[in-house]
């Protein structure tokens, strides 16, 4: 049992399983309660009716660079089920997930100061922003960490074959 466990090919079979359900999540996230809450701020303060729609697009756009940090994932969790963890390719698309992370910071700000210009901006929900924008900075710094540990184990690697 502890050797399927700690087989490259099971291990690439969970983290894909795992993008498969994150992806599932975010997708009826964005299909379903994310609408039903506009239409229930709509309903409930008037002043907010005219932004529903705009806040629907806007969260389901905004769910775009998170789309593409897994096609990212789904990639590193194949090679690592060939036994290619530690690649410049591996490295680079960590590296790209960093600047998915980074635009998602972008992303948001920018919502942030669109919605608030207009008002339409309640407490709570600056404080979703803000605690988003956090956590996107977090996810591209810690990406970003992760493909240079990548980058140098794939050098090392590669002198290591050479050497050989």
Same mark, same amino acid.
């Given at each position: 049992m502890n050797k399927i466990l700690? $087989?490259?090919k099971c291990l690439a079979w969970m983290l894909k399983a795992v993008t498969l359900l994150a992806f599932a999540g975010v +997708?009826?996230?964005g299909l379903v309660p994310v609408p039903q809450l506009a239409e229930h701020v709509a309903y409930f303060w008037p002043d907010y009716a005219n932004f529903a729609t705009a806040a629907v697009i806007y969260v389901n756009l905004g769910f775009?660079?998170?789309y593409g940090a897994l096609v990212l994932a789904w990639q590193v969790f194949s090679a690592i089920g060939r036994?290619? $963890?530690f690649t410049r390719a591996n490295a680079r698309r960590v590296r790209?997930?960093?600047w998915l992370a980074l635009a998602e910071v972008v992303y948001l700000l920018g919502g942030l100061v669109w919605f608030g210009a207009r008002q339409a901006l309640a407490a709570v929900t600056v404080l979703a922003f803000l605690g988003l924008t956090l956590l996107g900075l977090a996810?591209?710094?810690l990406c970003y960490? +992760? $493909?240079v540990l990548i980058l140098q184990a794939a050098e090392m690697k590669e002198e290591a074959? +050479?050497?050989i």
């Open positions: 700690q $087989s490259r +997708l009826f996230a775009a660079p998170f036994d290619e $963890s790209w997930a960093s996810a591209a710094v960490a +992760l $493909s074959d +050479l050497t």
